[in-house]
């Protein structure tokens, strides 16, 4: 699962060397979106930020 | 600035942008600092941003593209961030080994807020964007060569991603290769 975000941004390099834009910014979009959600699902630890 | 310049000067942006990820991948292999969760992500935050760069020099400089490396440097910024907080206080330890005194994850917040001042800067000159001047259809070789290894790097973090953590989450401080753990 955590390989997802990796796996979309290469398919979106893919369709950008292949010209085809929408395409490739459609797969950035959901490998942000991927990457973002990963990000939320490791978000476990408290921050100790108090002096 | 012409097209080709930007072009040039993108590629220049994006060996920069692999020479990060490679290093990373060299910190990993050679010195077997396996990296956390939040480090995976923020290779992916690399990769996010670089995209913006590598349209530009596949599809040509255009004000959309630098957005898209705004905002993927702007996420993978917000992810070392986090990871810098979780440790800012001393005596909460760090994650991983140091490099000239700083973490990775402050190398990469430092990386991270470059591309946004750089990609600021290369929008600042309009004429790049404009149709008047033709920009050469074929990719010369430097601009090639970052393309290739930027796709080659993205590749080779997906097996490595998923030789780390299999087809899950990965743990918080991984100790060892999850699926080359299994055979």
């Known amino acids: 699962m955590m390989s997802l975000p990796f796996v979309l941004f290469a398919c979106a390099i893919g369709a950008a060397w292949m010209r085809h834009r929408g395409v490739s910014m459609g797969f950035w979009a959901l490998g942000l979106v991927a990457m973002l959600v990963l990000f939320r699902l490791h978000f476990t630890e408290v921050l100790m930020i108090q002096l | ?183």
């Open chain 2, 1 to 183: 600035m012409s097209a080709d310049l930007s072009r040039l000067l993108n590629a220049v942006g994006l060996l920069a942008i692999s020479t990060v990820l490679a290093l990373a991948f060299a910190d990993q292999l050679w010195f077997r600092d396996l990296p956390c969760p939040l480090c995976i992500l923020q290779r992916a935050g690399f990769f996010a941003a670089g995209f913006g760069v590598a349209l530009n020099l596949i599809l040509g400089p255009k004000p959309s593209h630098y957005g898209i490396a705004i905002i993927g440097a702007i996420a993978g910024g917000a992810i070392s961030m986090r990871q810098i907080l979780l440790h800012i206080i001393p005596g909460t330890g760090h994650y991983g080994n140091d490099v000239f005194g700083l973490h990775l994850y402050t190398w990469a917040f430092i990386a991270f807020a470059a591309i946004v001042v750089g990609c600021a800067i290369m929008l600042l000159d309009d004429r790049q964007f404009s149709r008047a001047e033709p920009m050469s259809v074929r990719l010369k070789a430097l601009p090639l060569s970052a393309l290739l290894l930027f796709m080659t790097l993205a590749i080779a973090n997906i097996f490595s991603t998923v030789a780390l953590c299999g087809a899950g989450l990965c743990p918080d401080a991984p100790k060892d290769y999850m699926l080359l753990d299994g055979m």
